[in-house]
């Protein structure tokens, strides 16, 4: 599909020098691809087995977990270099930042535990008693509640931000993976990777609404396993990473209807749009490669090789 | 603290107290009733015959390790929902008549792990004290258990002994390695695994073009090298030997001494497994963290098996919110039932014999072969049907309501 890349990049004309970082989770490295060429530009070694990955509000400061470490490194995005590490608690997998970008809350795997750490100060702020195997993490966008995901306990813990307790545990599907609010914060999405559905709750009153099912013709329905899913600029569309079903489905906010899906690489986990949002980016673990996705058709342009097991993406403008 | 052990005398040195951290998150609603589910965990122990090496000691809570991780697991989603889980442990020495022993425990208890022989299964699920309780085998492989003697109320975790071949064979024949040879130990284990490897190498198209008994009894630590190629060299040529030596007896001095240079699979070498230490891809590892800083070691297959079972049960009580066996047996065999057993696909149960469906691990002492069913094998309702019993292939007939 090479060839049809400068006439897409040409109608999507992305903002110079943008980037796209990626984990690699058995290489210990982030690669940057150059969102302009989908060339990787730079390669830059980690702490052991870097998972989660997001930058700070004016992307001065680049956040990864370097899980197998049991910490979360702090890089200077410009020089590649480790400025220094945030206790994040054993095994942080998953982690976002609050909308006040100080406060990143950490799932911390092994332990059973939400892990809130205060970037500036470096100290854990609080310790919250979650699930079993935490992973999926979000904050509203008025920063009010933090959401973790319990893989073995398949429920989503609602943590009040202030207080840092519990107020609601609402279960979902089997093995949660991934949560994100709506941009307006009225709906949270979590995606089940076996249960292989996204549950939709109303924020208010944390009540299920609506559950999202995908068929894929020609795929066994236990490989269709949702993990990473991102919404559209305007919301209208989210987009779903399907795991070993090697397809991102599309589905319409509106009536949670599935409208597309997507081929992409093996065991897709995690995606990110490019800055100007014109270009999905999509982990691809096992394949060892990021698929470009043109938002507009919805199809696949580019593969990029990255490093072994890419897992988290985060864009830079 | 819940988990209470009645012990037989003697068996004091395993009896550790299990220590479980309860993660207490949120307060439960004034006045929420709390629901108690009581799980009873019977061994029958059973004398372990010699064997040529024992570098491999047989750990003493192979299987009830993994009920306790899986009683750890739901302890921590009960404590969400006001859910409270026991698990009491009772071990009966060799010899025990087990369901003389099982009576009097089940009156106390609904759901019941049995890490047993299959006579004993049998025995037990047969009580009139059983009735209208779930019963789940974690430790049998007999494929009479899922066929002509499936019991309505004996559901099982650990694969049968054909889902574990039938695995082997899909991973040979996706290599192309079509020609067999086997080797078969002399005891009944060994007799029916061959048998079941056999059938299934028929199954999947490949052929045993020759085979040999084990008859030798000397010792092979000594010998090894000098006694296996001879024996072998008259076995026509093949692509991979075939081993059924399920007590692990002879078969570890196989691999890299044989006549020709070939792979070994079967009991030893490539072998399929319900569990294997190996496994690193779909949150494997994380399962195995947490087996080990528990129990001190790897988890094995009967682990996995004990694990599964309580947790099938905690997912079930979860999503009814009720301990009663009946409606969670009714739950467990429904196509809403899905646990995430760490194998890449959910786990649930075949509602014609009870079997949980699992994918099957073949594996190498390093590394994961394949995991089965392999891609290309076909089902026209789920591909992990082509392990094992399939229902039309299944006499039994006590799950049709």
Same mark, same amino acid.
């Given at each position: 599909m090479r060839h049809v890349l400068p006439a897409l990049l040409a109608l999507s004309q992305p903002a110079l020098a943008a980037e796209i970082w990626v984990t690699n989770e058995k290489d210990d490295t982030v690669s940057v691809i150059d969102v302009a060429t989908l060339q990787v530009v730079k390669t830059y070694p980690t702490g052991e087995r870097p998972r989660g990955i997001t930058f700070s509000k004016d992307f001065s400061r680049l956040y990864i977990c370097a899980s197998d470490s049991n910490t979360v490194q702090v890089m200077d995005p410009n020089t590649g270099e480790i400025l220094h590490e945030l206790p994040s608690?054993?095994?942080?997998e998953q982690f976002v930042l609050a909308p006040d970008d100080r406060h990143l809350y950490i799932a911390n795997e092994n332990d059973a535990v939400t892990t809130v750490v205060d970037t500036e100060s470096r100290k854990v702020v609080a310790q919250i008693n979650v699930g079993i195997e935490p992973e999926g993490m979000a904050v509203s966008p008025d920063g009010k509640i933090a959401i973790t995901t319990s893989e073995t306990t398949n429920m989503a813990h609602w943590i009040n931000t202030e207080t840092h307790e519990l107020f609601a545990n609402t279960l979902v599907d089997s093995r949660p993976r991934h949560a994100e609010f709506t941009a307006d914060g009225a709906q949270l999405w979590v995606t089940a990777e076996i249960g292989g559905t996204v549950s939709v709750f109303e924020t208010k009153g944390q009540t299920q609404i609506a559950k999202v099912d995908f068929a894929i013709s020609g795929?066994? /329905? /236990?490989?269709?396993q949702p993990v990473g899913l991102r919404f559209s600029p305007d919301g209208k569309r989210a987009f779903v990473a399907l795991g070993p079903s090697n397809h991102v489905a599309v589905v319409d906010t509106a009536t949670y209807q599935v409208t597309n899906y997507i081929l992409v690489g093996r065991r897709v986990w995690h995606l990110e749009f490019s800055p100007d949002q014109s270009l999905l980016f999509t982990t691809n673990g096992v394949s060892g490669d990021v698929t470009v996705i043109d938002v507009a058709s919805e199809t696949a342009v580019n593969t990029v090789k990255v490093g072994r097991f890419p897992w988290g993406a985060a864009a830079r403008p | 603290m819940s988990v209470s052990y009645r012990l037989s005398p003697g068996l004091a040195q395993w009896a550790k107290p299990v220590f479980i951290a309860l993660a207490l998150g949120l307060a439960l609603p004034a006045g929420a009733e709390t629901l108690a589910v009581k799980v009873l965990y019977l061994r029958q122990e059973v004398e372990r015959p010699p064997v040529l090496s024992n570098l491999d000691a047989v750990p003493e809570d192979l299987g009830l390790a993994g009920a306790e991780l899986a009683l750890a697991d739901n302890r921590t989603t009960g404590s969400f929902l006001g859910h409270d889980y026991s698990l009491t442990v009772i071990s009966l020495p060799p010899g025990t008549d087990t369901a003389a022993e099982a009576k009097a425990a089940l009156a106390e208890a609904d759901l019941v792990l049995l890490d047993a022989p299959a006579p004993a299964l049998l025995a037990v699920a047969d009580l009139p004290e059983a009735a209208g309780k779930l019963l789940f085998n974690t430790s049998a492989g007999e494929e009479a258990l899922r066929s002509a003697d499936c019991r309505a109320n004996l559901l099982h975790t650990i694969p049968e002994d054909g889902a574990r071949t039938d695995a082997l064979m899909q991973v040979l024949a996706a290599k192309r390695w079509m020609h067999l040879a086997l080797v078969v130990g002399p005891k009944p284990a060994d007799q029916a695994f061959a048998d079941h490897l056999r059938r299934s190498a028929e199954k999947f198209g490949l052929q045993i073009l020759g085979e040999k008994a084990w008859t030798f009894d000397t010792d092979l630590r000594r010998a090894a090298v000098v006694e296996l190629p001879p024996f072998l060299m008259d076995l026509p040529e093949h692509d991979v030997l075939l081993v059924a030596d399920e007590t692990q007896d002879f078969g570890r001095y196989v691999p890299d001494n044989t006549y020709l240079p070939r792979p070994v699979a079967g009991s030893e070498g490539v072998v399929p497994l319900g569990w294997a230490p190996v496994l690193e891809q779909w949150g494997a590892v994380q399962l195995q963290e947490r087996f080990e800083a528990q129990s001190g070691r790897e988890m094995q297959s009967r682990d996995f098996a004990a694990w599964a079972a309580l947790r099938a049960i905690g997912e079930a009580v979860t999503r009814t919110g009720t301990a009663d066996p009946a409606r969670l047996r009714a739950y467990l065999l429904s196509d809403a039932f899905q646990l995430d057993g760490f194998k890449g696909r959910g786990l649930s149960f075949r509602p014609w014999n009870g079997q949980l469906r699992q994918p099957i691990a073949v594996a190498n002492a390093r590394a994961l072969v394949a995991m089965a069913p392999v891609e290309g094998f076909l089902h026209p309702v789920n591909e992990t049907d082509t392990l094992g019993l399939d229902a039309p292939e299944s006499q039994c007939t006590a799950f049709k309501d």
């Open positions: 608690g054993e095994d942080p795929v066994s /329905d /236990d490989l269709i | -």
